[in-house]
């Protein structure tokens, strides 16, 4: 595993990607509480996305147990991933034999501690890392410890940055991302039917047009841990405009070539990451307030 360094890169020096990408976002129906029969289901997703042409694949928050925060509270040794834990095998098998990443959502047993992850998995199989969720919704807080850093990821030239679910809700945390490098913000969630869809809807091509990164968010569908959620697993581009989107319901798999060249454009029509390093450049001014009478 090579560490990538949590500096931010001036956005000037960053080096555009040489080639596309192809990645996949996958929605499917979790079974609650069950880690072994979620990573099978992983690993074929896996599979038919490789198939497909895809280099990533990108699941959604928590899907080795579905959201479920009572069962992963009241049984952590069955419904959170543990230190080398053998059940992720099927998808490192996967992952090995298809050369495809994947990034998936788990809840992870710390010492005494609940987290929300990512857990990345390489092209080989191998664990990579372990991102944690930084912003942790109102509901989650009794359950869980947010994490303290961020991640990003290389792979094929392209720099990815990690979030989970309300981390998108905040533009500091796709700004970090992209401030350090990434060409790409990738997500997985629980949007819910009604405001969730609402929230995603207006979050991610904001995050997407903000920052002139691509944004790629992976959801649940059906029920899960009390909520009814509204699939639409999507990928924008770094103009904001949706490219491609799952429906609300049912087993898909999107698969989206991220572009070099859609990238470069969009970073020469939107020029916000770089006149804002220019900005930060200068001395910051005290803030004037005025009173009207």
């Known amino acids: 595993m090579t560490a990538i360094s949590p500096d931010p890169v001036p956005t000037a020096a960053v080096r555009h990607p ?8 996958v ?9 072994p029969a979620n990573a099978a289901q992983a690993a ?23 959201y479920e925060p009572e069962l992963i509270r009241t049984d952590p040794l069955k419904c959170a991933v543990q230190p080398g834990d053998p059940r992720l095998a099927s998808i490192a098998e996967a992952c090995r034999e298809t050369g495809t990443a994947a990034i998936v959502g788990a809840a992870a047993q710390v010492g005494d501690e609940l987290r929300v992850s990512a857990f990345v998995l390489g092209p080989d199989g191998g664990l990579v890392t372990r991102y944690d969720k930084q912003h942790l919704f109102k509901t989650e807080r009794d359950y869980y410890r947010p994490g303290a850093a961020g991640c990003s990821l290389e792979l094929d030239g392209w720099r990815l940055g990690l979030g989970v679910c309300y981390d998108s809700g905040f533009p500091e945390h796709a700004r970090a991302a992209a401030l350090d490098g990434c060409h790409a913000y990738l997500v997985g969630a629980l949007f819910s039917v009604g405001h969730g869809h609402h929230e995603s809807r207006t979050w991610f091509p904001a995050r997407a047009l903000d920052n002139t990164l691509y944004t790629v968010l992976a959801n649940h569908i059906g029920h899960t841990g009390g909520w009814h959620t509204c699939g639409g697993s999507a990928v924008w581009g770094p103009d904001g405009r949706l490219l491609a989107e799952a429906g609300e319901d049912r087993r898909e798999l999107v698969v989206v070539d991220l572009d070099p060249a859609v990238l470069r454009a969009a970073r020469e029509t939107e020029t916000m990451l770089a006149d804002l390093a220019a900005a930060n450049a200068r001395p910051a001014a005290p803030r004037a307030l005025f009173t009207l009478a």
Do not use: H, N, W
């Open 44 to 66: 074929e997703l896996i599979r038919e996305a490789a198939a497909a042409g895809a280099r990533l694949v990108l699941f959604a928050e928590k899907f080795l147990s579905g």
């Open 27 to 35: 929605q499917a129906q979790d079974v609650a509480g069950d880690i």
């Open 18 to 25: 040489e080639r596309p990408l192809r990645i996949a976002t």
